[in-house]
Nanobody, 116 residues
């Protein structure tokens, strides 16, 4: 059973920073993508940022220049550094792991709240 364990959410004022972490028990033997999604109340879950096993990154337009996704391959951990946070970044953030040719897994979610 693949596990994703998230940490780092919390309450921060607008303009502040938070760093999310997600460690996985999934094997990195096959090509995969790790990423962060978020879901605000009443909204659909949306991709925030992702990083492939070859290091290729992808960002939502709304976070480009503010958020940075990175990965520690040895620790099988992905990070999301969030700077210049805005109230509209408030959401539950979910870690995601997906094999390119197979299954997808989700973390339990961590709340990020940005006050104005």
């Amino acid at each position: 059973q693949v596990r994703l364990v998230e940490s780092g959410g919390g309450l921060v004022q607008a303009g502040g920073s938070l760093r999310l972490s997600c460690s996985t028990s999934a094997s990195d033997r096959w090509s995969n993508v790790m990423g962060w999604y978020r879901q605000a109340p009443g909204e659909q879950r949306e991709l925030v940022a992702s990083i492939r096993s070859d290091g290729t990154t992808n960002y939502a337009d709304s976070v480009k220049g503010r958020f940075t996704i990175s990965k520690d391959n040895a620790k099988k951990t992905v990070f999301l550094q969030m700077n210049s946070l805005k109230p509209e970044d408030t959401a539950v953030y979910y870690c995601n792991f997906a094999y390119v040719l197979g299954a997808m897994y989700w973390g339990q979610g961590t709340q990020v709240t940005v006050s104005s």
